[in-house]
């Protein structure tokens, strides 16, 4: 019942930033766990960042940390990507479920709902 749509991909080169957005409709009870992945071409689906509505508590997986930043505000998702690297390019997904606890690590938890997806490209 939840959707989920996404905007804010592009083209960057090395060093720059953008910013991932994802709206979120439908009818939410209570907190929700809610994450970006990314994949590239030939790659594992990869977790990039995780937040809990219900008290903000984060995830970052280990690539990412100290650059990107995930934030969440009425209905939407964001993910703030900063100096960007040729190996960040992928397709980034946000994605949602519902929570009834602060753990919303994405390399373990299951995400029932997703985006369409948006690709992030980055030149050297």
């Known amino acids: 019942q939840v959707q989920l749509v996404q905007s804010g991909g592009g083209s960057v080169q090395s060093g720059g930033s953008l910013r991932l957005s994802c709206v979120v409709s439908?009818?939410?009870?209570?907190?929700?766990?809610m994450a970006w992945f990314r994949q590239a071409p030939g790659k594992m689906r990869e977790g990039v960042a995780a937040?809990?509505?219900?008290?903000?508590s984060t995830y970052y997986g280990d690539s990412v940390k100290g650059r990107f930043t995930i934030s969440q505000d009425i209905n939407m998702l964001f993910l703030q990507m900063n100096s960007l690297k040729p190996e960040d390019a992928a397709m980034y997904y946000c994605?949602?479920?519902?929570?009834?606890?602060?753990?919303?690590?994405?390399?373990?938890?299951?995400?029932?709902?997703w985006g369409q997806g948006t690709q992030v490209n980055v030149s050297s």
């Open positions: 439908g009818v939410i009870r209570g907190s929700l766990c």
């Open positions: 937040i809990y509505t219900g008290g903000g």
């Open positions: 994605a949602a479920d519902p929570a009834s606890a602060d753990y919303c690590d994405p390399t373990v938890r299951q995400f029932g709902t």
